[in-house]
């Protein structure tokens, strides 16, 4: 585990891909909180033409300087279509997302014209510029994770510093502007730091799967956390720990597996579990919830059955588990599976009683009884009783039983 | 003393005309409902109050002085629609941004003010439900925070756009509780409300407006049958007409 970080040629590419996990997980919540996730992929997309001009330019006026003129191209052309989508929206009243698939395509289809138009002359500078495509995180050096960090660190920090704007702008914008809060500028600081996010995350991810790296581990972190800090904090974790793994699982793996797409498949596995697993909003408790509750409703109506003495669909694992809860012995009812059977008549009389009280017509009370047996709660049924002054008979003259006048 | 004062003000949206040369002052430590029908300008007329819109011509005062000098004492609470109810937050961080309008976000929040935002959730009968996430509340229940919020601020001039909007009458019974102790601790409140049939409960001044002021006083005077009509009637579909009118033509379909 340690050698990721000590060994002189996986360390670069190990802290690299870390870092630009944390810068995108962090500034994706954003996107993702005001529901335009999408912005990232057309952003990301829209720096790639900036890519290789900064590449071309720099390599023929200043050989030195070609890394950061790569990084300076892809922010500049990435704002630009930034600007352009504003305007389409604005000016134009194009729908958001047809700017943003406009900006999308026309941006990259021109970056890698370009791209290509090099590709007999110049197919060295071609080399260069393809890394960026998918990303190539083995070929970081360590000067290269000076730079990135450098900007992850300036990404935490402002969303450290920005954090109660950040809360009152996306949970409740008029309001922010009610109290003053310069919405715009925070705004514009938002669009810089996807940049920013975007910019470091293209030499691991590249700008084709960059945007996974800003949707996936919001997603996942959304999933466990209720608390915008938590939000925040989780999602940036879930980025960093992408980035490790998915660099570890490129090195560990037999046949040469690219590590850009190995860091957004690990990203994307994270956020399925978490849309599957989560204890509140995971598809699956709620699944087991919700069939928890079914398979209840199916114990309770043959308890009434028994207590009514009719005869009942004698299912295995239903008698099974009504055994298990000491409910029945056999296949009669214990006393303890009585006085739960006389709680559900009750509840289900007295519901009628109620919507008779309501207006309803008392042959059309049943139905909804037959639900609300299941649900209502010990609280409900004591405003119940009060309400209707304890009734000793539903609306069919049977006795409600267990009630104590 | 005058709490608001509204000077001739003109506002557009784009080039449509919403409110026309409305003029009308209120004093204060009362209770006043802002009146009218659908599109008359109720909201935008609290919008353009608190600077979120900009007037063609006009404008207003309060305590004599431009909002941006007095926005301390003035609480804006916004129309629930307008909130992203899913936002990872919980109760009390909600009610602790009505302290932002108090002193700026930038300040960290201490112990004192957790006790004072619990305090302020008291209040409004919601104390046990502090630590729940916001999107798990009704709808009575997420005005009932935005309220506390609002107390938090601890402003002398409350704007509410249609706190009765979606809310069971418990919790209208409840707030408006709220609201008279408000009245008597010498506070000014400005709700924006739209069923007629509780105006005369709930308020103590009415300003009935239909893009133009109709009218502007104490209940009794104003919320009357000749008023109604003006602001109801068959008069009033003319402004409607017209509004729709100069919108077609001024956008040039």
């Known amino acids: 585990m340690l050698e990721f970080f000590v060994d002189p040629i996986l360390r670069a590419p190990t802290i690299g891909s870390m870092l630009m996990g944390l810068a995108s997980g962090l500034i994706g919540c954003l996107a993702f909180l005001q529901k335009r996730s999408l912005v990232g992929e057309a952003l990301s997309h829209a720096a790639y033409p900036g890519v290789v001009l900064g590449l071309v330019i720099a390599a023929a006026f200043f050989p030195g300087g070609i890394s950061a003129a790569i990084l300076v191209g892809a922010f500049l052309s990435g704002l630009l279509g930034l600007f352009v989508i504003h305007q389409m929206e604005k000016r134009l009243k194009i729908a958001s997302d047809a700017a943003l698939c406009f900006v999308l395509s026309v941006f990259f289809g021109v970056g890698v014209c370009i791209a290509s138009g090099l590709q007999i002359s110049h197919a060295l500078w071609l080399q260069k510029i393809q890394v960026f495509l998918l990303g190539e995180a083995a070929t970081m050096m360590d000067g290269h994770i000076f730079l990135y960090g450098g900007l992850t660190l300036a990404c935490v920090l402002s969303v450290i510093s920005l954090f109660r704007f950040l809360e009152i702008l996306h949970f409740d914008p008029e309001y922010a502007k009610a109290v003053n809060l310069p919405s715009k500028a925070v705004h514009t600081i938002l669009y810089i730091l996807l940049m920013v996010a975007i910019v470091v995350g293209m030499r691991s991810v590249g700008v084709v799967l960059m945007s996974s790296m800003l949707i996936a581990p919001p997603s996942a972190a959304r999933q466990w956390t209720t608390k915008f800090s938590s939000f925040l904090i989780l999602s940036g974790a879930l980025g960093l720990l992408s980035g490790f793994l998915g660099n570890a699982l490129s090195v560990w793996s037999l046949a040469p597996l690219p590590t850009g797409p190995m860091i957004a498949l690990v990203a994307t596995a994270i956020c399925l579990f978490s849309l599957f697993f989560a204890p509140e909003r995971g598809f699956l408790p709620k699944l087991i919830r919700v069939t928890h509750f079914q398979l209840r409703c199916k114990q309770e109506n043959i308890l009434k059955a028994l207590y009514k003495k009719r005869t009942i669909n004698p299912n295995p694992y239903l008698l099974w588990r009504m055994r298990t809860k000491g409910w029945i012995k056999g296949e009669k009812l214990t006393p303890e599976g009585y006085s739960q059977a006389e709680k559900l008549v009750r509840l289900h009389r007295l519901w009628e009683v109620y919507l008779v009280h309501m207006g309803q017509e008392s042959d059309r009370v049943h139905h909804s009884a037959e639900e609300m047996e299941h649900i209502l709660t010990p609280e409900i049924e004591i405003q119940l009783q009060a309400l209707l002054d304890n009734p000793t008979q539903d609306p069919h003259q049977q006795p409600i039983p267990g009630v104590s006048r | ?253």
């Open chain 2, 1 to 253: 003393m005058t709490v608001v004062c509204v000077e001739q003000l003109s506002v557009h949206y784009d080039k449509t005309p919403v409110l026309w040369e409305v003029d009308f002052e209120i004093p204060v430590g009362l209770i006043v409902g802002l009146v009218g029908p659908n599109g008359a300008g109720k909201s935008t007329l609290l919008k353009t109050f608190i600077g979120l819109l900009r007037p063609i011509s006009g404008g207003c005062t309060f305590f004599g002085k431009p909002y941006k000098e007095v926005q301390k004492k003035v609480a804006y609470v916004p129309q629930r629609t307008s909130v992203d109810w899913n936002f990872p937050i919980h109760v009390l961080d909600v009610v602790l941004m009505g302290l932002y309008g108090k002193r700026g976000p930038l300040k960290w929040i201490r112990k004192e003010d957790r006790a004072l935002a619990k305090q302020a959730l008291d209040r409004v009968g919601m104390l046990p439900f502090a630590s729940r996430q916001i999107s798990e509340l009704s709808g009575g229940q997420q005005q009932r925070v935005f309220l506390a919020r609002a107390l938090l601020q601890d402003a002398d001039l409350l704007l509410m756009d249609e706190p009765f909007a979606g809310v069971d009458m418990a919790t209208e019974k409840a707030l408006m509780e709220v609201f008279v102790q408000l009245k008597e601790e010498g506070k000014t409140l400005v709700i924006v409300h739209h069923d007629l049939t509780t105006v005369k409960n709930h308020f103590d001044w009415v300003i009935l407006l239909n893009s133009c002021l109709i009218d502007c006083g104490p209940v009794a005077e104003v919320f009357t049958e000749e008023n109604l009509k003006k602001a109801y009637g068959s008069a009033a579909y003319l402004v409607t007409e017209t509004k729709k009118l100069t919108r077609s033509k001024t956008s040039g379909v």
